[in-house]
């Protein structure tokens, strides 16, 4: 049933908004290119909510609390700013259905309103029933539309018709950002299953190691968050854990420098291809191809032996025996409390 409780959202008649320190036209456009600029580089659509959120925050003065929502099907929040992370992938409806900016004068009552008797407890336990005043923006492009900023004023005053013009504008702007990003996600999703259906049919000649590179590439990406690896370079570390053992087309044989070969020249892999190459390297420096040793071995090669071992062995105590032999100790220190960390 609706929630219907709505007496505690009125409020008193606001004061006039305080004007923005005023901008020449020349700096609020740089300043906006600037801003774009690094929403552009993050690497996911939730971080240009978060990082457009921020922004938005500022043109309204601060003094803003908010959430991102994403549009997905279901919308979903993807980004918040001063409210609690719990709200994060929470789904849930509201007044930015209808796909136009609009000042809510009744605060997050359309909120509770939209959404059933399940939520308010995470509303309450947000603050937001203490909300007098909301502004929604749209996220669109070329009709699309690809989410919102909700954006709660936090304190008294209202949000004037420049604010409201100021953050239109620049959500018109972050729409075809959006829609790059998406696209983006879409390539690099497909690729991978792309490039995981090759190993998969690899690994089906022999069944003992079906799924092995999978398993590999899980192991590898979860030690590199553990050593602060992020974004692109998970992505590089992913493939040369998926790829490493892709040369075995061609027999066991310099698997690792057939494999580093395959796939040279493909700008967005060198490092991938550098991980794939040495896998086989040994920290006393007795492995192969180039009898590299210690910290000479590329760090994601490190981090693909040590997964694999893992993988292979399926005991940590027995890898534990290899560190500061074939495989880095660091890392596999780095293994160990990861495995303790999934056994609490």
């Known amino acids: 049933m609706p929630y219907t409780g709505f007496t505690v959202f009125k409020r008193k008649p606001a004061p006039a908004p305080t004007p923005l320190p005023a901008l020449s ?28 959120l921020s922004y938005a925050a500022v043109l309204l003065g601060g003094q803003v609390r908010g959430m991102g929502i994403l549009r997905r099907g279901q919308d979903e ?11 994060l992938g929470v789904l849930l409806s509201g007044p930015w259905a209808t796909g136009r ?57 209202g949000i004037g018709p420049q604010q409201q013009e100021a953050v239109g504008r620049f959500a018109h702007a972050v729409g075809p950002l959006m829609s790059l990003i998406e696209g983006r996600d879409e390539w690099r999703q497909a690729a991978r299953q792309i490039t995981a259906t090759v190993v998969e049919a690899l690994e ?23 050593i602060g690896l992020a974004g692109r370079e998970l992505d590089e570390l992913w493939y040369a854990a998926t790829l490493h ?27 991938a291809e550098r ?41 940590v105590k027995r890898v534990q025996a290899q560190a500061g032999k074939a495989l880095d100790p660091r890392l596999v ?10 056994k609490k």
Not at 204 to 226: K, M, T, W
């Open 25 to 52: 036209a020349a700096s609020a456009e740089s300043e906006v290119s600037r801003v774009l600029g690094d929403l552009l580089a993050k690497s996911n659509q939730k971080n240009v909510l978060e990082g457009a």
């Open 77 to 87: 929040v993807g980004a918040v700013l001063g409210y609690p992370r719990d709200l």
């Open 101 to 157: 900016m609009r000042l809510l004068e009744g605060g997050a009552r359309e909120l509770y309103e939209a959404n059933g008797p399940e939520l308010v407890p995470v509303f309450d336990q947000a603050g937001m029933r203490s909300v007098g005043l909301s502004l929604v923006v749209p996220i669109m492009d070329r009709g699309r539309h690809l989410g919102a900023l909700l954006l709660d004023r936090v304190a008294e005053g």
């Open 204 to 226: 089906s000649r022999d069944f003992d190691s079906l799924g092995h590179a999978r398993a590999v590439a899980e192991v590898a990406v979860n030690l590199g968050r553990g």
């Open 245 to 271: 053992d892709l040369g075995k087309i061609q027999g066991e044989s310099g698997h690792a420098l057939i494999g580093a070969n395959l796939i040279q020249g493909v700008p967005a892999l060198g490092e």
């Open 275 to 315: 991980g794939v190459r040495h896998h086989h390297e040994r920290w006393d420096g007795q492995g192969e191809p180039d009898r590299l040793g210690g910290e000479d071995i590329p760090l994601y090669a490190r981090l693909v032996a040590v997964a694999n071992a893992y993988v292979r062995l399926g005991d």
């Open 333 to 342: 220190g780095v293994l160990e409390k990861e495995v303790e960390g999934r």
